[in-house]
C-alpha cells in the first residue's frame, strides 16, 4: 500500500488522475472529468488544456478528450536520448543566438520523431517549447533530414505499408534533402509554422537526431536561408563533437 506524500501538489494529482481516467476509460466530456476529479469545470478544462498541450490528450471532433500520443504504445528510439540531453544545450542556445528563432532537437522512432529539447527564441512572436512532443517524420523537417541519411531500402521498408504516404515523393523529397543538406517543413505540421533542419550523426554516418529552427511562417526569408542553413549545420557539428567526447 503506497502512502500519500505529505506535501502532495494538488494539481500534478489531478493531472495525473485525468490522464490515468483518459487512458483507462477513454473519451470524456470537460463536465465528465470535472465531476469525477471533483473540481470545476474551469479547472478541468484548464488541465485538459495542458495534457493536450503535452500530447497527454487530444480533443475529438466531438469535443471529447481521448487520450493522446504519450498515453499510447508507441516506437521506441534507439537514439541515446539521455546524452543527447546533456549535450546539446550549449549548440541550441549558440543556434538561438545566431538565427533568433526557437530550436530543437529531436530523435527517431521508426516513423515518427520525438522532441528532446528545446530552447526558445527571445522574441514575442515565437514557436514555443516541443519537448515531449511526437510528430511524423516525413513531415517534419528533422524528421526528413534523418530519414535522409538513412538507406533508401530502409525508408521503403518503413514507408511500404504505410498508405497515407505518397513512398514515391517522399524518396524525391528526400533525394532533394540529400542533395543539399537541409530539409524544410513548410506548415505541414502546423499553420503559420515553418522549419528548417539538419541531421545529427555518429562516427560512423548513423543518423542519430535532427536539429531544427521553427519560426513563424511570416518570418521565413528564402535570402536569410544561406545563413540559416550554415548555423544549423554548425550547430549539428558540435552536437556531434560534443558526443565523440564522451566515447
Known amino acids: ?17 485525468l490522464a490515468a481516467l483518459l487512458q483507462q476509460e477513454g473519451p470524456l466530456r470537460v463536465t465528465d472529468a470535472a465531476e469525477r476529479l471533483g473540481v ?4 478541468a478544462h484548464r ?3 495542458m495534457l493536450v498541450y503535452r500530447d497527454f490528450a487530444e480533443q475529438g471532433a466531438d469535443r471529447r478528450y481521448g487520450p493522446g500520443k504519450v498515453l499510447r ?20 542556445k549558440w543556434l538561438v543566438e545566431q538565427t533568433q528563432e526557437s530550436a530543437n532537437v529531436v530523435v527517431p522512432a521508426r516513423t515518427e520523431v520525438r522532441f528532446i529539447a528545446t530552447v526558445e527564441s527571445p522574441r514575442v512572436l515565437r514557436v514555443g517549447d516541443r519537448v515531449g512532443r511526437s510528430l511524423p517524420a516525413h513531415l517534419t523537417s528533422g524528421g ?7 538507406p533508401p531500402e ?9 498508405g497515407e504516404v505518397d513512398l514515391p515523393r517522399l524518396r524525391r523529397e528526400l533525394a532533394l534533402v540529400r542533395k543539399r543538406g537541409f530539409a524544410i517543413n513548410d506548415q505541414l505540421t502546423e499553420t503559420g509554422l515553418t522549419a528548417i533542419g539538419t541531421v545529427v550523426e555518429d562516427a ?6 535532427g536539429v531544427s529552427i521553427a519560426l513563424p511562417t511570416a518570418r521565413f526569408d528564402r535570402d536569410a536561408l544561406p545563413a540559416w542553413v550554415n548555423a544549423l549545420s554548425t550547430a549539428a557539428r558540435r552536437v556531434e563533437a560534443a558526443l565523440a567526447d564522451y566515447r
Open 73 to 92: 504504445p508507441a516506437e521506441i528510439s534507439g537514439a541515446p536520448i539521455a546524452l543527447l540531453r546533456a549535450v546539446c544545450d550549449a549548440p541550441l
Open 1 to 17: 500500500m503506497r502512502n500519500r506524500p505529505p506535501y502532495a501538489l494538488a494539481s500534478v494529482d489531478h493531472a495525473l488522475q
Open 40 to 43: 470545476a469545470v474551469s479547472t
Open 144 to 150: 526528413k533530414a534523418i530519414l535522409a541519411a538513412l
Open 154 to 162: 530502409e525508408v521503403c521498408a518503413m514507408y511500404e505499408d504505410a
Open 204 to 209: 560512423e554516418g548513423v543518423p542519430l537526431a
Open 47 to 49: 488541465l485538459l488544456a
